[in-house]
């Protein structure tokens, strides 16, 4: 799921209050034509991405076509959507794929999602549609060793004679730890650590797109890290963002690191990511608090969820 989409559902209770103001005037015994028109200017205030938009808005096409332009949104039933979901699948004559299968569920759930949270519908009837992701591989992740051998990288990387550098360290215990993203990392500043309590240091992922101000939220980190953060402010002397370069430069900084440890499937934000996730699902930590951790929508961690579980069965 991606940005464009979590933004259709935010978490906080005053967003969903500060959007009710702006809300189309269509109500439960409103046409499913009207619905997705009020559900098109909805999209289009909060500016979601032009593909996006079309793609939701050709989904809910064929559900007008399979149900009718003016059937009341209140009479649609979730027996109604999973006779349409098997429509799709096998009769309508023209091969449905996994991906464009579970792309128009999961056009249903954002639809029906935003009807029944803004308070138009009472109940959500795609809420208990079952998500069957396409097939794919699980996601790449470090084992207990792999992370060992790369902590161990980061330290000869430190403690080297003519050109130590804190930084390959310090990224890689952030990463690990926190499980933020490459577009989260580069946004970081210093006065988003929190080190007010030595023994619970944190770090805030901010957003300055109003839009993502949902996404916000504080991470616990260990204490060791802060001295790792000053070794690294002290060589490097960042000013306005923690770090002053591309994405592309801190993914060779992980790729040095994987190089030194002699890891050749290498290291990247995504694999630190779900690393990071693994680790913590397999400690025990509650799944909603991890979905919050990783700035997750709940549409979102419907997928990420039984990624987790078959990851968490493999030994690390």
Request: hydrophobic share 40%.
């Amino acid at each position: 799921m991606n940005d464009d989409q979590m933004a259709l559902f935010p978490d906080q209770p005053e967003q969903r209050a500060q959007g009710h103001a702006s809300e189309p005037q269509i109500g439960p015994h409103s046409s499913l034509r009207s619905a997705v028109r009020a559900f098109a200017d909805h999209m289009q205030r909060i500016d979601l991405a032009e593909n996006t938009v079309k793609s939701f808005l050709g989904d809910l096409s064929f559900l007008e076509r399979y149900l009718g332009h003016e059937v009341p949104i209140d009479t649609i039933a979730t027996k109604d959507l999973r006779a349409f979901m098997e429509y799709l699948q096998h009769g309508r004559g023209v091969p449905c794929t996994p991906k464009s299968y579970a792309r128009r569920l999961t056009t249903l759930k954002v639809f029906f999602g935003w009807l029944a949270s803004a308070g138009i519908l009472e109940q959500d009837p795609a809420a208990n549609l079952v998500h069957k992701p396409a097939a794919s591989p699980l996601p790449a992740i470090l084992s207990d060793d792999q992370v060992e051998r790369a902590r161990d990288a980061c330290r000869t990387l430190l403690s080297d004679a003519k050109n130590p550098d804190p930084r390959p360290q310090f990224l890689f215990h952030l990463l690990l730890q926190t499980g933020m993203k490459k577009s989260e990392c580069l946004a970081l500043q210093i006065n988003h650590f929190d080190l007010s309590d030595p023994a619970a240091p944190a770090v805030w992922v901010r957003y300055k797109d109003p839009r993502r101000h949902h996404k916000e939220r504080k991470l616990a980190v260990e204490p060791t890290l802060p001295a790792m953060l000053q070794l690294y402010v002290a060589a490097y002397k960042p000013r306005e963002t923690l770090f002053p370069c591309t994405g592309r430069n801190l993914e060779y900084v992980l790729h040095k690191v994987a190089q030194v440890a002699g890891l050749p499937g290498g290291i990247s934000f995504e694999m630190l990511r779900w690393t990071c996730a693994v680790r913590d699902f397999r400690s025990g930590m509650e799944p909603e608090q991890l979905r919050r951790k990783l700035g997750l929508s709940q549409m979102a961690w419907e997928d990420t969820l039984p990624k987790l579980q078959a990851l968490t069965a493999r030994p690390l």
